[in-house]
Protein backbone atom coordinates (compact mmCIF):
# COMPACT_ATOMS: atom_id res chain seq x y z
CA UNK A 1 0.00 0.00 0.00
CA UNK A 2 0.98 3.68 -0.52
CA UNK A 3 1.38 6.29 2.21
CA UNK A 4 2.36 10.12 1.17
CA UNK A 5 4.92 11.71 3.35
CA UNK A 6 6.06 14.88 3.71
CA UNK A 7 9.50 16.26 1.35
CA UNK A 8 9.20 19.26 1.51
CA UNK A 9 8.26 22.59 3.05
CA UNK A 10 7.93 26.10 2.32
CA UNK A 11 6.52 29.29 3.03
CA UNK A 12 5.99 32.98 1.74
CA UNK A 13 4.82 36.53 3.88
CA UNK A 14 4.32 39.24 2.05
CA UNK A 15 7.11 42.14 2.65
CA UNK A 16 4.44 44.71 4.11
CA UNK A 17 4.36 44.58 8.42
CA UNK A 18 1.29 46.07 10.05
CA UNK A 19 1.88 46.71 13.61
CA UNK A 20 -0.29 46.71 16.29
CA UNK A 21 0.39 50.10 17.17
CA UNK A 22 -0.26 50.67 13.35
CA UNK A 23 -3.69 49.85 13.49
CA UNK A 24 -4.70 52.07 16.65
CA UNK A 25 -3.52 54.97 14.45
CA UNK A 26 -6.51 53.56 12.06
CA UNK A 27 -9.94 52.12 14.55
CA UNK A 28 -10.15 52.78 17.86
CA UNK A 29 -8.09 49.76 19.74
CA UNK A 30 -4.57 49.31 21.25
CA UNK A 31 -1.58 46.86 21.11
CA UNK A 32 -2.51 45.82 24.94
CA UNK A 33 -5.98 44.96 23.89
CA UNK A 34 -5.17 43.07 20.73
CA UNK A 35 -2.30 41.74 22.26
CA UNK A 36 -3.77 40.16 25.27
CA UNK A 37 -7.33 39.13 23.83
CA UNK A 38 -5.60 37.00 20.56
CA UNK A 39 -1.36 37.20 21.05
CA UNK A 40 -1.17 39.04 17.91
CA UNK A 41 1.62 41.28 17.66
CA UNK A 42 1.91 42.28 14.06
CA UNK A 43 0.66 40.32 10.28
CA UNK A 44 2.03 40.73 6.77
CA UNK A 45 -0.35 42.80 4.35
CA UNK A 46 0.21 41.86 0.68
CA UNK A 47 1.00 45.00 -1.35
CA UNK A 48 -2.22 45.60 -3.55
CA UNK A 49 -0.82 44.29 -6.89
CA UNK A 50 0.27 41.14 -5.36
CA UNK A 51 -2.16 38.11 -5.42
CA UNK A 52 -3.10 34.83 -3.68
CA UNK A 53 -1.62 32.58 -6.21
CA UNK A 54 1.82 35.35 -6.37
CA UNK A 55 2.19 34.55 -2.91
CA UNK A 56 1.89 30.30 -3.43
CA UNK A 57 4.13 30.85 -6.17
CA UNK A 58 7.18 32.07 -3.97
CA UNK A 59 6.04 29.68 -1.39
CA UNK A 60 6.17 26.88 -3.46
CA UNK A 61 9.94 28.25 -4.73
CA UNK A 62 11.20 28.69 -1.43
CA UNK A 63 9.82 24.33 -0.75
CA UNK A 64 11.99 23.88 -4.31
CA UNK A 65 15.15 25.39 -2.82
CA UNK A 66 15.34 21.89 -0.65
CA UNK A 67 16.70 20.31 -3.69
CA UNK A 68 14.29 17.51 -3.27
CA UNK A 69 11.94 17.84 -5.97
CA UNK A 70 11.52 19.94 -9.41
CA UNK A 71 8.15 21.41 -11.07
CA UNK A 72 8.55 18.48 -13.58
CA UNK A 73 7.89 15.98 -10.97
CA UNK A 74 4.65 17.50 -9.55
CA UNK A 75 1.57 15.49 -10.49
CA UNK A 76 -1.41 17.15 -8.02
CA UNK A 77 -1.92 21.04 -7.17
CA UNK A 78 -4.76 21.40 -4.66
CA UNK A 79 -4.48 25.24 -3.26
CA UNK A 80 -6.48 25.59 -0.41
CA UNK A 81 -7.90 29.10 -0.36
CA UNK A 82 -10.42 31.77 0.36
CA UNK A 83 -9.49 34.69 -1.64
CA UNK A 84 -8.58 32.67 -5.09
CA UNK A 85 -7.15 35.30 -7.54
CA UNK A 86 -10.62 35.24 -10.20
CA UNK A 87 -13.51 33.59 -9.72
CA UNK A 88 -12.19 31.07 -12.38
CA UNK A 89 -9.72 29.44 -13.22
CA UNK A 90 -8.69 28.29 -10.14
CA UNK A 91 -5.87 29.38 -8.44
CA UNK A 92 -4.12 26.12 -8.45
CA UNK A 93 -4.03 26.08 -13.20
CA UNK A 94 -3.24 30.04 -12.35
CA UNK A 95 -0.06 28.45 -10.18
CA UNK A 96 0.07 25.20 -12.32
CA UNK A 97 0.48 27.41 -15.48
CA UNK A 98 3.41 29.63 -13.83
CA UNK A 99 5.65 26.41 -12.92
CA UNK A 100 5.35 25.10 -15.85
CA UNK A 101 3.97 22.14 -15.00
CA UNK A 102 1.69 20.12 -17.63
CA UNK A 103 -1.69 18.08 -17.55
CA UNK A 104 -1.49 17.99 -13.69
CA UNK A 105 -5.18 17.69 -11.75
CA UNK A 106 -4.77 21.28 -10.50
CA UNK A 107 -7.98 22.50 -8.28
CA UNK A 108 -8.75 25.42 -5.07
CA UNK A 109 -10.61 24.12 -2.08
CA UNK A 110 -12.74 26.07 -0.02
CA UNK A 111 -13.15 25.18 3.68
CA UNK A 112 -11.41 28.99 5.33
CA UNK A 113 -9.18 28.31 8.04
CA UNK A 114 -9.79 24.58 8.19
CA UNK A 115 -8.77 24.32 4.43
CA UNK A 116 -5.09 23.00 4.14
CA UNK A 117 -6.54 20.28 6.43
CA UNK A 118 -9.19 19.52 3.66
CA UNK A 119 -6.46 19.50 1.12
CA UNK A 120 -3.84 17.45 2.61
CA UNK A 121 -6.79 14.56 3.37
CA UNK A 122 -7.52 15.22 -0.76
CA UNK A 123 -3.75 14.64 -1.85
CA UNK A 124 -2.96 11.84 0.76
CA UNK A 125 -6.10 10.42 -0.56
CA UNK A 126 -4.82 10.48 -4.24
CA UNK A 127 -1.53 9.30 -3.26
CA UNK A 128 -2.63 6.18 -1.09
CA UNK A 129 -5.02 5.59 -4.28
CA UNK A 130 -2.41 5.37 -6.55
CA UNK A 131 -3.68 8.27 -8.64
CA UNK A 132 -0.56 10.68 -7.91
CA UNK A 133 2.91 10.08 -6.44
CA UNK A 134 4.07 14.17 -5.95
CA UNK A 135 1.59 16.50 -4.88
CA UNK A 136 2.12 20.32 -4.27
CA UNK A 137 -0.80 21.04 -0.85
CA UNK A 138 -1.04 25.11 -0.38
CA UNK A 139 -2.78 27.02 1.72
CA UNK A 140 -2.69 30.45 0.34
CA UNK A 141 -4.24 33.33 1.48
CA UNK A 142 -4.88 37.33 0.62
CA UNK A 143 -7.60 37.73 3.57
CA UNK A 144 -6.99 41.50 3.57
CA UNK A 145 -9.25 41.70 0.84
CA UNK A 146 -12.03 40.90 2.61
CA UNK A 147 -11.65 42.83 5.86
CA UNK A 148 -13.12 45.91 6.91
CA UNK A 149 -10.23 48.17 7.74
CA UNK A 150 -13.00 50.40 9.67
CA UNK A 151 -14.28 47.46 11.68
CA UNK A 152 -11.74 46.94 15.04
CA UNK A 153 -13.52 43.79 15.51
CA UNK A 154 -12.33 41.64 12.59
CA UNK A 155 -9.38 43.97 10.98
CA UNK A 156 -6.68 43.57 14.29
CA UNK A 157 -7.32 39.75 13.45
CA UNK A 158 -6.58 38.66 10.44
CA UNK A 159 -3.15 38.47 7.63
CA UNK A 160 -1.69 37.40 4.10
CA UNK A 161 0.57 34.31 3.21
CA UNK A 162 1.29 30.92 1.90
CA UNK A 163 2.67 28.06 2.96
CA UNK A 164 3.35 24.45 1.13
CA UNK A 165 4.02 20.56 1.80
CA UNK A 166 4.77 18.55 -1.11
CA UNK A 167 3.72 15.25 -0.36
CA UNK A 168 5.36 12.38 -2.16
CA UNK A 169 4.35 8.35 -2.23
CA UNK A 170 6.09 6.41 0.09
CA UNK A 171 6.44 2.87 1.30
CA UNK A 172 6.05 4.03 4.98
CA UNK A 173 3.58 7.01 6.43
CA UNK A 174 3.98 10.19 6.50
CA UNK A 175 0.72 10.87 6.84
CA UNK A 176 -1.22 8.28 9.27
CA UNK A 177 -4.48 9.69 9.49
CA UNK A 178 -6.88 12.75 8.77
CA UNK A 179 -10.27 13.53 9.70
CA UNK A 180 -12.40 16.01 8.54
CA UNK A 181 -16.00 18.22 9.91
CA UNK A 182 -17.85 20.22 8.88
CA UNK A 183 -21.51 21.88 10.05
CA UNK A 184 -23.07 24.44 7.83
CA UNK A 185 -25.57 25.13 10.66
CA UNK A 186 -23.17 27.86 12.22
CA UNK A 187 -22.74 29.15 8.61
CA UNK A 188 -23.96 32.77 9.95
CA UNK A 189 -21.22 32.83 12.74
CA UNK A 190 -18.31 33.45 10.51
CA UNK A 191 -18.78 34.44 6.77
CA UNK A 192 -18.19 36.88 4.08
CA UNK A 193 -21.75 36.91 3.30
CA UNK A 194 -21.60 37.58 -0.30
CA UNK A 195 -20.36 36.46 -3.31
CA UNK A 196 -20.76 35.29 -6.89
CA UNK A 197 -24.43 34.25 -6.75
CA UNK A 198 -25.96 36.65 -4.12
CA UNK A 199 -25.11 40.44 -3.63
CA UNK A 200 -22.27 40.20 -6.07
CA UNK A 201 -22.82 44.36 -6.34
CA UNK A 202 -20.56 44.19 -3.14
CA UNK A 203 -17.89 42.64 -4.80
CA UNK A 204 -17.78 44.76 -7.22
CA UNK A 205 -17.90 47.83 -4.98
CA UNK A 206 -15.31 46.30 -2.59
CA UNK A 207 -17.46 45.43 0.28
CA UNK A 208 -17.34 42.03 0.78
CA UNK A 209 -15.96 41.66 4.12
CA UNK A 210 -15.33 39.35 6.94
CA UNK A 211 -18.74 39.12 9.59
CA UNK A 212 -17.65 37.22 13.10
CA UNK A 213 -19.22 36.52 16.18
CA UNK A 214 -15.90 36.54 18.04
CA UNK A 215 -17.59 34.94 21.40
CA UNK A 216 -19.21 32.36 20.15
CA UNK A 217 -16.46 31.19 17.67
CA UNK A 218 -14.20 31.04 20.59
CA UNK A 219 -15.86 28.46 22.50
CA UNK A 220 -17.54 26.01 19.63
CA UNK A 221 -13.79 26.25 17.83
CA UNK A 222 -11.72 25.07 21.25
CA UNK A 223 -14.61 22.23 21.52
CA UNK A 224 -14.10 20.84 18.18
CA UNK A 225 -10.50 21.39 17.46
CA UNK A 226 -10.08 19.22 21.00
CA UNK A 227 -12.96 16.86 19.90
CA UNK A 228 -11.20 16.39 16.00
CA UNK A 229 -7.34 15.88 17.98
CA UNK A 230 -8.98 13.32 20.69
CA UNK A 231 -10.30 11.33 17.36
CA UNK A 232 -6.91 11.45 15.46
CA UNK A 233 -4.41 10.32 18.63
CA UNK A 234 -7.39 7.21 19.42
CA UNK A 235 -7.23 6.42 15.74
CA UNK A 236 -3.54 5.74 15.91
CA UNK A 237 -4.03 4.83 19.29
CA UNK A 238 -1.66 6.86 20.01
CA UNK A 239 -0.78 8.62 24.37
CA UNK A 240 -0.75 12.56 23.90
CA UNK A 241 3.10 12.39 24.96
CA UNK A 242 3.82 10.58 21.71
CA UNK A 243 2.86 13.93 20.19
CA UNK A 244 6.18 15.64 19.84
CA UNK A 245 4.61 18.54 18.38
CA UNK A 246 0.86 20.24 18.00
CA UNK A 247 0.40 22.60 14.98
CA UNK A 248 -2.94 24.51 15.55
CA UNK A 249 -4.58 27.07 13.24
CA UNK A 250 -3.57 30.19 14.54
CA UNK A 251 -6.35 31.98 14.88
CA UNK A 252 -6.47 33.34 18.72
CA UNK A 253 -3.54 32.22 20.91
CA UNK A 254 -5.81 31.80 24.23
CA UNK A 255 -7.82 29.39 21.75
CA UNK A 256 -4.17 27.64 21.30
CA UNK A 257 -3.65 27.21 25.48
CA UNK A 258 -7.25 26.49 25.87
CA UNK A 259 -7.07 23.33 23.61
CA UNK A 260 -3.40 22.66 24.55
CA UNK A 261 -4.39 22.43 27.62
CA UNK A 262 -7.46 20.34 27.62
CA UNK A 263 -5.36 17.67 25.58
CA UNK A 264 -2.58 17.92 28.43
CA UNK A 265 0.10 19.05 25.83
CA UNK A 266 2.02 20.89 27.04
CA UNK A 267 2.83 24.71 25.28
CA UNK A 268 6.51 24.10 24.50
CA UNK A 269 5.33 21.16 22.39
CA UNK A 270 2.94 23.53 20.63
CA UNK A 271 3.71 25.58 17.61
CA UNK A 272 2.61 29.28 17.35
CA UNK A 273 3.48 31.74 15.23
CA UNK A 274 0.69 34.14 15.43
CA UNK A 275 2.22 36.55 17.14
CA UNK A 276 3.92 37.62 13.76
CA UNK A 277 1.58 36.28 11.29
CA UNK A 278 -2.08 37.03 13.04
CA UNK A 279 -4.21 34.73 11.35
CA UNK A 280 -3.57 33.69 7.56
CA UNK A 281 -6.85 31.50 7.28
CA UNK A 282 -5.57 28.72 5.13
CA UNK A 283 -2.20 29.38 4.83
CA UNK A 284 -1.37 29.44 8.66
CA UNK A 285 -0.53 25.71 9.24
CA UNK A 286 1.74 24.94 6.29
CA UNK A 287 3.11 28.61 7.90
CA UNK A 288 4.05 27.33 11.15
CA UNK A 289 4.74 23.90 10.13
CA UNK A 290 7.60 26.06 7.75
CA UNK A 291 8.77 28.68 10.31
CA UNK A 292 9.45 25.21 12.75
CA UNK A 293 11.48 23.11 10.08
CA UNK A 294 13.44 25.81 9.24
CA UNK A 295 14.20 27.18 12.96
CA UNK A 296 15.16 23.61 13.68
CA UNK A 297 12.82 22.70 15.83
CA UNK A 298 10.65 19.53 13.78
CA UNK A 299 12.75 17.29 12.94
CA UNK A 300 12.46 14.38 10.19
CA UNK A 301 10.70 11.65 12.42
CA UNK A 302 8.97 13.62 14.62
CA UNK A 303 5.17 12.86 15.56
CA UNK A 304 3.21 16.05 14.11
CA UNK A 305 -0.48 16.57 15.43
CA UNK A 306 -2.32 19.36 13.25
CA UNK A 307 -5.58 20.58 13.77
CA UNK A 308 -7.51 23.98 12.11
CA UNK A 309 -10.51 25.39 12.57
CA UNK A 310 -12.89 27.91 10.64
CA UNK A 311 -16.03 29.13 8.69
CA UNK A 312 -18.85 26.95 7.46
CA UNK A 313 -17.84 25.46 10.83
CA UNK A 314 -14.66 23.18 9.33
CA UNK A 315 -12.63 21.53 11.24
CA UNK A 316 -10.12 19.01 10.90
CA UNK A 317 -6.85 16.88 12.25
CA UNK A 318 -3.72 15.29 10.59
CA UNK A 319 -1.78 13.19 12.79
CA UNK A 320 1.65 12.33 10.60
CA UNK A 321 5.36 11.08 10.82
CA UNK A 322 7.80 14.38 9.52
O1 LIG B 1 -9.95 31.47 12.16
C1 LIG B 1 -11.28 31.08 12.29
C2 LIG B 1 -11.70 31.00 13.68
N1 LIG B 1 -11.68 32.31 14.32
C3 LIG B 1 -11.59 32.32 15.62
O2 LIG B 1 -11.46 31.28 16.20
C4 LIG B 1 -11.74 33.64 16.37
C5 LIG B 1 -12.46 33.37 17.65
N2 LIG B 1 -12.72 34.53 18.48
C6 LIG B 1 -11.78 35.27 19.08
O3 LIG B 1 -10.60 35.03 18.89
C7 LIG B 1 -12.19 36.32 20.07
O4 LIG B 1 -13.57 36.20 20.32
C8 LIG B 1 -11.89 37.79 19.60
C9 LIG B 1 -10.38 38.03 19.67
C10 LIG B 1 -12.39 37.99 18.20
C11 LIG B 1 -12.56 38.80 20.53
O5 LIG B 1 -12.15 38.58 21.86
P1 LIG B 1 -13.23 38.55 23.03
O6 LIG B 1 -12.50 38.39 24.28
O7 LIG B 1 -14.23 37.49 22.66
O8 LIG B 1 -13.82 40.02 22.98
P2 LIG B 1 -15.34 40.47 22.74
O9 LIG B 1 -15.70 40.26 21.30
O10 LIG B 1 -16.20 39.84 23.80
O11 LIG B 1 -15.23 42.00 23.02
C12 LIG B 1 -14.92 42.50 24.34
C13 LIG B 1 -14.90 44.00 24.26
C14 LIG B 1 -16.13 44.61 23.60
O12 LIG B 1 -16.43 45.81 24.25
P3 LIG B 1 -17.66 45.87 25.30
O13 LIG B 1 -18.88 45.46 24.53
O14 LIG B 1 -17.29 44.91 26.37
O15 LIG B 1 -17.65 47.29 25.72
C15 LIG B 1 -15.64 44.92 22.20
O16 LIG B 1 -16.34 45.98 21.61
O17 LIG B 1 -13.77 44.43 23.49
C16 LIG B 1 -14.22 45.31 22.45
N3 LIG B 1 -13.36 45.14 21.31
C17 LIG B 1 -12.21 45.79 21.15
N4 LIG B 1 -11.59 46.71 21.92
C18 LIG B 1 -10.41 47.18 21.49
C19 LIG B 1 -13.53 44.31 20.24
N5 LIG B 1 -12.50 44.43 19.39
C20 LIG B 1 -11.67 45.35 19.94
C21 LIG B 1 -10.44 45.90 19.54
N6 LIG B 1 -9.83 46.79 20.33
N7 LIG B 1 -9.82 45.52 18.39
Given at each position: ????????T????????????????????????????????????????????????????????????????I???V???????????????????????????????????????Y???????????????????I??????????????????????????V???????????S??????????????????????????????????????????????????????????????????????????N???????????????????????????????????????????????????????????G??????????
Amino acid sequence: MSFSKIIATGSYLPTGVVTNYDLAKMVDTSHDWIYSRTGIEQRHIAHSDETTCDLAEQAVYAAMESGRFDATDIDLIVVATTTADQVFPSTACILQERLGIRNSPAFDVQAVCAGFLYAIDIADKFIRTNCANRALVIGAETFSRIIDWTDRTTCVLFGDGAGVVVLEASGTPGIHSTHLRANGAYKDLLSVPVGVSRNFDQVINGSAYTQMQGGEVFKIAVKCMEQIAVEALEANEAAVDQVDWMIPHQANTRIITATAKRLGIPMEKVIVTINQHGNTSAASIPLALDTAVRDGRIKTGDTILIEGFGGGFTWGSAFLTF
